[in-house]
């Protein structure tokens, strides 16, 4: 699980990175009974409390932003937009 949540790996991936311990099936069936069952919820809830507790916690003042778009095979520098994409 920790692979595949880490690395973005497929499943299937992240059970030969683990050398065949657990199966990609097996993994899955944990990650939506764990989903189901808001394991990862608490956990996130748990390291803010902690995080806080620790270091602090200044929500008074926060910024989110975000991007997603896709880049061109092999380009690093000008992302593929409605305006600019290639003609098919």
Avoid: Q
């Avoid at 956990?43 to 916690?57: F, H, M, S």
Wanted: glycine share 8%; with cysteine.
């Amino acid at each position: 699980m920790h692979v595949r949540l880490t690395t973005g790996c497929s499943w299937v991936d992240a059970e030969r990175i683990c050398g065949g311990k657990v199966s990609d099936t097996t993994v899955r069936e944990r990650y939506s009974l764990w989903v189901d069952a808001g394991v990862f919820k608490k956990v996130a809830a748990n390291a803010v409390v902690a995080y806080d507790r620790i270091i602090g916690l200044d929500m008074s003042e926060i910024a989110i932003d975000g991007s997603l778009f896709l880049l061109r095979a092999g380009s690093l520098i000008r992302p593929t937009t409605v305006v600019n994409r290639p003609r098919a």
